[in-house]
């Protein structure tokens, strides 16, 4: 079945590192994968990303985007047009570790302005939640800023990523995985009726590596994988896509 593998790179990389991830993904990925491969590289590296990619069956994806609604200047900042203008196809929106430093900023106003690209939108519950029985009240309130916008012309495919086990080498058990992924699905089902439960795509993300992606990827309810950390080994990312699930 197809899954949705995304190597989220974060701030990592160097002109050098994109040329030799690439070249190796060239080589050694299996051109007729059937899995829908992403990678999210940091910005300055997009248009370098976009070049490379040309033979390689990977789509590319941007991190973050900076809004700027009121079309004043900004300093700093890669806005959505620009990665569209760089024909970058998805946008992670709500990754943890923005959520820290925009808790200004509106997460349904990104999703709005995105709506022409393909967003990862991503939910997950800390510790505090987990261990108080918060989980499920913790990710409908994050799914709300979604569906307070939806509307069906958006392609959307949710990422959970509970924050403990980002970059932690903890992961939750597989069955923990797919019952909060069928929870996630029966949400957005019930609050968006014209998605139906089965269509909807949601991806798990935290501390995934080539020893537990089978284990991930095969559970119920899991469409992919979102890897930070085990993604900048390209051989073992590389080794991941080419898993036949
Ligand atoms: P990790 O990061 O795989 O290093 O835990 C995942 C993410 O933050 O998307």
Redesign the pocket.
Known sequence: MKKIIAA?W?NNGSKDFVKKYFSYLNENLEKNSYNEIIIFPPDIYCSLALELRNKIPARLGCQNISINTKNSTLTGGTTFKMFEDNFYEYVLIG???NRANEENISLSLKVKLCETMKIIFCVGENKFDRDNNLVSSKIFSQLDDLIEVYNDSMDIVVAY?PIW????GVTPSAKDISSTHEIIKKYLAQKLPSNKEKDIMVMY????SFDNAKEILTSQFVDGV??????LDVEEFTRICNMQI
């Open positions: 989220n974060k990754h943890s570790e990523e086990a980002i970059g932690t993300g935290g501390s995934v979102l890897i930070g950390g085990a993604s």
